[in-house]
């Protein structure tokens, strides 16, 4: 039975503390389409500054969500989602069909 008292092992908070940061489902959702360079990302998510970018892009790193690829000789890498950050997929449709039917 779920405590209000303890949140140390509710899986929502756990979640939370990865994917709850302000642009962070924003980040995900562009690269559950396709990997991208942090320029493409920037320009994707309008209004996020370069330093929140990468902050973000750093912690989800931390955090085993994405990749940052620096192979195939290309001097801006590329981000990747992993598998574990393309388990959010799942979450990410249900916020979408949620958001749309309570526009």
């Not at 709850?20 to 320009?43: A, H, N, S, V, Y």
């Not at 690829?69 to 989602?81: F, K, Q, V």
């Amino acid at each position: 039975m779920y405590s209000a008292t303890n949140t140390t092992n509710c899986g929502i908070t756990k979640a939370l503390e990865i994917i709850g940061g302000k642009w962070t489902l924003l980040i995900i959702r562009d690269l559950l389409d396709e990997p991208r360079r942090f320029g493409e990302l920037e320009r994707s998510l309008e209004g996020i500054s370069p330093r929140t970018l990468a902050i973000r892009l750093k912690e989800l790193e931390a955090d085993g969500v994405l990749k940052r690829d620096c192979s195939a000789g290309e001097s801006h890498p590329m981000y990747r989602l992993t598998t574990k950050g393309r388990s959010l997929s799942a979450i990410l449709d249900q916020m979408r069909s949620w958001g749309t039917a309570s526009v």
